[in-house]
Each structure stands twice: as C-alpha cells, then as structure tokens.
C-alpha cells in the first residue's frame, strides 16, 4: 500500500491557498479557506482537511460557489446580526460569523450572529474553537441539503446537521464537542465501498430508507439514536435556515427545481464568562471539571477516559511536529490541480 505523503502544517497551508487563489478566490479568502482544512487536517479529521481542496475548486470551477462573493452585515439588535454569505465558501462566511459573533458579545456578554446561503460549511469546530480561543464559549449549529434519513419517512428527509461547542480552559485544551446528527458521515459509507467492508447495523440505508450494511446498496447515513438524531436535525434547520429566512428543508421537499440548489445555513453564539460571574472563576472551575473526569476510574476495555477534543488537541500537537499525512489518492488530485493551474508543490518529509 504507497505511503501517505507528510507536509509540515505551514507549507500545506500556503500550497492550498496558492491553488483555492488560483481557482478564483481572493488571496484573503484562499488563505481563510485553506486554514480551515488545514486544522481540521491537523486534527486527524481527514473528511474536512486538505482532501477538501480539490472538492472546493469543482465548486468554484462549476459557480456553486462564489469566489467574489459580497458579504452583507444585517442586525437590529446588538446582541444578534445575519451574514447574507452570498454564495461564499462556508469557511470565508464562517469565520466573519465567529468575528462578529467575539466582538458583539464582549460588550453585550452574549451573542448569536447567523449565516444565510453559504456553500458547505467545513470544520465547524474550527469556528467555535476560534470563539473558545478568544476565551468565549462558542456554540455552532449547520443546516443543509437533506441526504440522511428522518425516521418514519422513506428515503432521504433532513440533513447531517452538526453541532459543536468549544469551553476553553486554563491549564487544559479546550474542550470541543463537534459532531453530527448522523450515525456515521456520508464519506465513511464511501470509503466502506471502496474497501468492501460492511457498515455497521443501523449506521446506512438504501434509496427507499431500508436499513442495510452492505455498502454497495447504501446511499444514506441513518440519524444517530434515531428520532433522536433526525429531530436534532429539524431542530436546526429551524435555528439556522428558517431563523435566517432562508429556509432548505420545505423548499427542498416541494415541486420548485430551485429547491434542490446546494447552499447551507448556520448561527454560531459566542457567551462571554465575564458576563456571568468572571472568566478566571470560569476556567478554574473548568479545568477542575476536566481534571475530576480524567481522574475517574477507566473501564476495564478502555485505553482511557477523555474529553471531547482531548484527543484531536493531541494529535495535532503531534502533527506539527511530524508533518501532516497526506493519502495517496489525495495527494494525487492535488498534484494534479496543482500542474494544471501551475502552482509548485510544496515540500514533503521522507
């Protein structure tokens, strides 16, 4: 099996934003984007990290994606404001979002800014962690095209709308919930396929919404714990696409062809600790809430116990140091976007 190739974090960071330029987007924008994949990338979650570059030039190569697209700021409140995306890339709209989302709540100690009509989101850990990195709490919800089973309903019904929530701490990482209402992600049913191995039960259906852990007959990703799961993912389309006024899922699921056009919806919050009792109270009650679940006693089948992001804040503290792996199908494509638009490649480690 060709090994994956390693690239330092900075050098991967720069050879994808020379070829997201290259596919139209400002040089501000590239570099935002590509920051985006390359934490995600860092952080082990290979789904959103640099494999996501070759996807993002299709989007902007077919006009899914506006790659000069004019951010417009809507708000009449100061605690809550809109970012019209105009059809940018999710990590451009996003991270404006989490921006606004810091500045407004540091003088209003709570606020909510949403986003209408981006183009997939990417990592949205990546904009609570940002939130979280200002020393805010950061809450994050996404609403988009449905292709994940509702239950009760045949066939594709709500999206894979994720969720994530970033507490930063003092002496810890901070702790980051970042998942989605899916039982398991559409690329896990494609690499399964590929692989030939079987799903797991209850993870995937077919077209009509029968369960099935054959991967060749798989199309859909099942909600995770059910009427849980899929009411999760209802829920947020409410909080994101029908709270911003644009809403997917009842257009989607109508007779207008302009209902099934790609975009997706978010509202990130940001709550400042100061405002309710002080950050330096915050943290330390943090930290010592962290420090008593890792000192619990481990089970007798587990590696260890730990809190959500403990894990991923480790592996890429590891990978700025090693470099980051590259598959070789990745590598591949990024090779060839990047001779087909002249863009050098960077160094890699042996």
């Known amino acids: 099996m060709p090994e994956k190739t390693l ?10 934003a020379a070829l997201l330029e290259k596919g139209g987007l400002s040089a501000e924008h590239a570099a935002t984007t590509a920051d985006v994949f390359v934490w ?10 640099i494999a996501r570059v070759p996807a993002y030039l299709d989007l902007l190569a077919k006009g899914v994606a506006n790659p000069a697209p004019r951010l417009t700021l809507e708000s009449t409140a100061p605690g809550a404001a809109v970012i019209d995306a105009d059809r940018a890339p999710g990590p451009v709209a996003l991270t404006a979002a989490a921006d606004e989302a810091v500045t407004r709540a540091r003088s209003q100690g709570i606020a909510s800014v949403g986003v209408r009509q981006t183009v997939h989101t990417g990592a949205i850990g ?24 509702y239950t009760g ?36 049913i494609r690499q399964a396929r590929a692989a030939g ?58 007779d207008d062809p302009a209902g099934r056009k790609h975009r997706q919806n978010a509202l990130l ?13 915050f943290l330390a009650d943090t930290d010592a809430t962290l420090a ?42 990024l090779t060839a976007a990047a001779a087909e638009r002249g863009v050098p490649l960077p160094a890699t480690r042996g």
């Open 269 to 281: 919050i940001a709550v400042d600790p100061a405002a309710f009792g002080g950050t330096a109270g």
């Open 126 to 149: 990546y904009y609570v962690s940002k939130i979280a990195d200002a020393g805010l709490v950061g809450i994050g919800f996404v609403a988009g095209m449905p292709n994940m089973g």
């Open 292 to 333: 008593a679940l890792k000192e619990l006693p481990a089970a007798d089948d587990s590696a260890g116990v730990y809190y959500p992001g403990e894990r991923s804040a480790a592996i890429a503290a590891q990978r700025d140091t090693a470099g980051i792996p590259v598959a070789p199908k990745v590598w591949q494509q």
């Open 7 to 16: 690239v330092a974090a900075a050098d991967l960071r720069s050879f994808a």
């Open 40 to 49: 995600a990338a860092r952080r082990g979650v290979e789904s959103h990290g």
């Open 153 to 188: 309903v045949k066939g594709p019904a709500v999206a894979t709308s994720p969720l994530a929530v970033a507490v930063p701490a003092r002496d810890h990482a901070p702790l980051l919930l970042d998942m989605a209402t899916a039982t398991i992600a559409l690329g896990r």
């Open 197 to 254: 191995t079987p799903l797991p039960e209850g993870a995937a259906a077919t077209a009509d919404g029968t369960p099935t852990t054959d991967p060749a007959e798989a199309v859909m990703p099942l909600p995770l714990g059910g009427a849980k799961g899929s009411g999760m993912s209802l829920a947020f389309e409410l909080l994101t696409s029908v709270l911003v006024g644009a809403p997917i899922f009842a257009a989607f699921h109508a």
